[in-house]
């Protein structure tokens, strides 16, 4: 049975679509989603964000409870009233009622689960996951009463997490065999709630973290084996920078999948960087495009690009970065206890950022996410213990409010003398380099900075290289 299936959905290949916060934002987004939707041909999958900011508010909300403060109940009123209105404007009057109904049981719910919270003075994470779900439930039930003939799929019974150290990653194998389950028959267009999961174990609400709406359209497309995933945002496509902070930043006509993946997991807010992995196992492009000028050409991302120039294809930034320096007291020492300390944060499921043995000193450098630090600093500090008293380990050095920088393009390889360029750049400006890595065959040179010189950096390096 299960191979009849899956035999259906390779002969019926697919686009998957997914639209963000932003494009699910206001009344107008919607309309243009609904056009976007509508101009393509069938059957598709469409996987949607919360509305642009509830997420944000929800928690904000939740947290607003636990402390015991009232208001939380007008935050309550405010984003049912949100929902309300978008239905009230957009939907068919022969679908309205229904969609109410729909979105006002969601909304009681949450409510019923904001009193909990308040009454016990208390928000544990799987309540908050709970209140979290919510945004993605109700936008998608709004999106698929929008458009004709559209069938909402429920995430919530096909991406399964398992808990990982206390976070919950996705479950790929269930997961794709549970998505080929539940697309068997997929006619027309799918509406699915991005974000969401539940524990493949207790069944519990959980979700894929935040921005996980892409890795849900991403799953969606391995498993189906997608001719395509497009991610439809709010601008024209993956800049060379964060165009926020470089407003002349350009658009990519082309990316390679690691490139893109190695901006994104160094900070490129456009992709949840785990999206990338599952299409590029399948070979499937993802294409960025704007939900606001539908027109403009995007980015693609695939494996390779046959007008491929192999230039720097951007710059990319994380802030809240700690450093540890391990200074040791030889270069050999330092070999053995680098490869301790990775295994020691990869046992305890911590995401090393940047990793360095320095060439002059014998020294060992871990750049982590700040609000891993502490876990960092006593896995370190349990690890090295002997080495700590018999000194061969003379200290672990810790330095908060930092911030990695990253220069990505596989163009990097050949450009052997862009390093010493990029180092000569920022010390000219005063910008002092805490600890940079690039391994010759490698795309990405990264470094670190203080957090208060990132801005800086990055205009420094945009207007060298591009
Ligand atoms: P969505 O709600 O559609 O998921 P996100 O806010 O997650 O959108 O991602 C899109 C935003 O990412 C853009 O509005 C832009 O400000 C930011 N961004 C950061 N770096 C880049 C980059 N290199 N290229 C494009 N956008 C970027
Ligand atoms: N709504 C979720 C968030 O804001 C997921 C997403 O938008 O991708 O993080
Ligand atoms: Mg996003």
Same mark, same amino acid.
């Given at each position: 049975?299960?191979?009849?299936?899956?035999?259906?959905?390779?002969?019926?290949?697919?686009?998957?679509?997914?639209?963000?916060?932003?494009?699910?934002?206001?009344?107008?987004?919607?309309?243009?989603?609904?056009? /976007?939707?509508?101009?393509?041909?069938? *059957?598709?999958?469409?996987?949607?964000?919360?509305?642009?900011?509830?997420?944000?508010?929800?928690?904000?909300?939740?947290?607003?409870?636990?402390?015991?403060?009232?208001?939380?109940?007008?935050?309550?009123?405010?984003?049912?009233?949100?929902?309300?209105?978008?239905?009230?404007?957009?939907?068919?009057?022969?679908?309205?009622?229904?969609?109410?109904?729909?979105?006002?049981?969601?909304?009681?719910?949450?409510?019923?689960?904001?009193?909990?919270?308040?009454?016990?003075?208390?928000? *544990?994470?799987?309540?908050?996951?709970?209140?979290?779900?919510?945004?993605?439930?109700?936008?998608?039930?709004?999106?698929?009463?929008?458009?004709?003939?559209?069938?909402?799929?429920?995430?919530?019974?096909?991406?399964?997490?398992?808990? !990982?150290?206390?976070?919950?990653?996705?479950?790929?194998?269930?997961?794709?065999?549970?998505?080929?389950?539940?697309?068997?028959?997929?006619?027309?267009?799918?509406?699915? *709630?991005?974000?969401?999961?539940?524990?493949?174990?207790?069944?519990?609400?959980?979700?894929?973290?935040?921005?996980?709406?892409?890795?849900?359209?991403?799953?969606?497309?391995?498993?189906?084996?997608?001719?395509?995933?497009?991610? !439809?945002?709010?601008?024209?496509?993956?800049?060379?920078?964060?165009?926020?902070?470089?407003?002349?930043?350009?658009?990519?006509?082309?990316?390679?999948?690691?490139?893109?993946?190695?901006?994104?997991?160094?900070?490129?807010?456009?992709?949840? *960087?785990?999206?990338?992995?599952?299409?590029?196992?399948?070979? /499937?492009?993802?294409?960025?495009?704007?939900?606001?000028?539908?027109?403009?050409?995007?980015?693609?991302?695939?494996?390779?690009?046959?007008?491929?120039?192999?230039?720097?294809?951007?710059?990319?930034?994380?802030?809240?970065?700690?450093?540890?320096?391990?200074?040791?007291?030889?270069?050999?020492?330092?070999?053995?206890?680098?490869?301790?300390?990775?295994?020691?944060?990869?046992?305890?499921?911590?995401?090393?950022?940047?990793?360095?043995?320095?060439?002059?000193?014998?020294?060992?450098?871990?750049?982590?996410?700040?609000?891993?630090?502490?876990?960092?600093?006593?896995?370190?500090?349990?690890?090295?213990?002997?080495?700590?008293?018999?000194?061969?380990?003379?200290?672990?050095?810790?330095?908060?409010?930092?911030?990695?920088?990253?220069?990505?393009?596989?163009?990097?390889?050949?450009?052997?003398?862009?390093?010493?360029?990029?180092?000569?750049?920022?010390?000219?400006?005063? /910008?002092?380099?805490?600890?940079?890595?690039?391994?010759?065959?490698?795309?990405?040179?990264?470094?670190?900075?203080?957090?208060?010189?990132?801005?800086?950096?990055?205009?420094?390096?945009?207007?060298?290289?591009?």
């Amino acid at each position: 049975m299960r191979s009849l299936m899956a035999h259906k959905i390779i002969l019926t290949k697919m686009k998957v679509l997914k639209f963000g916060g932003t494009s699910v934002g206001t009344v107008d987004s919607l309309r243009s989603v609904k056009r /976007i939707v509508e101009s393509n041909a069938t *059957p598709i999958i469409v996987v949607v964000s919360a509305l642009g900011g509830l997420t944000d508010r929800l928690i904000a909300t939740a947290r607003k409870a636990a402390s015991g403060d009232e208001s939380y109940r007008e935050d309550m009123a405010a984003m049912s009233q949100r929902h309300y209105d978008i239905i009230n404007e957009l939907i068919p009057a022969a679908r309205r009622a229904d969609t109410l109904d729909k979105v006002n049981d969601l909304l009681s719910q949450l409510g019923r689960n904001y009193d909990g919270v308040y009454l016990l003075r208390d928000l *544990p994470a799987h309540t908050l996951d709970v209140i979290v779900s919510f945004g993605e439930r109700m936008s998608s039930v709004i999106v698929t009463a929008m458009i004709d003939g559209a069938s909402r799929y429920d995430s919530l019974t096909f991406i399964k997490t398992e808990n !990982w150290f206390s976070k919950n990653i996705a479950d790929q194998k269930l997961t794709t065999r549970l998505i080929r389950e539940a697309f068997a028959d997929l006619e027309g267009v799918a509406i699915v *709630p991005g974000f969401i999961s539940t524990d493949r174990d207790s069944g519990i609400i959980t979700n894929l973290g935040r921005g996980g709406s892409d890795f849900t359209a991403a799953l969606i497309a391995a498993a189906l084996d997608a001719t395509l995933l497009e991610i !439809w945002t709010d601008v024209d496509g993956f800049m060379s920078a964060d165009p926020r902070v470089i407003p002349d930043a350009r658009v990519m006509p082309t990316m390679t999948f690691i490139e893109s993946m190695e901006l994104c997991s160094f900070g490129a807010k456009v992709i949840y *960087p785990p999206t990338i992995y599952p299409v590029f196992h399948k070979n /499937i492009p993802i294409k960025i495009l704007n939900t606001f000028n539908p027109e403009a050409p995007g980015t693609l991302i695939c494996d390779h690009n046959e007008n491929e120039n192999t230039g720097i294809k951007g710059i990319s930034s994380i802030k809240g970065i700690t450093l540890f320096s391990l200074s040791t007291i030889s270069h050999r020492e330092s070999k053995q206890l680098r490869s301790r300390a990775l295994n020691a944060l990869a046992r305890r499921g911590v995401t090393l950022l940047h990793a360095t043995r320095e060439d002059g000193e014998p020294m060992v450098t871990l750049a982590v996410a700040g609000s891993d630090a502490d876990t960092v600093y006593s896995l370190l500090a349990s690890e090295f213990a002997p080495e700590l008293s018999k000194g061969t380990l003379k200290d672990i050095k810790r330095t908060d409010r930092l911030a990695t920088v990253a220069v990505v393009g596989e163009g990097m390889r050949e450009r052997t003398r862009l390093a010493p360029r990029i180092l000569n750049t920022l010390h000219r400006d005063s /910008i002092n380099v805490a600890s940079y890595t690039h391994k010759p065959s490698a795309t990405t040179l990264s470094f670190v900075v203080k957090e208060e010189a990132v801005s800086r950096t990055l205009q420094l390096l945009h207007a060298l290289m591009f």
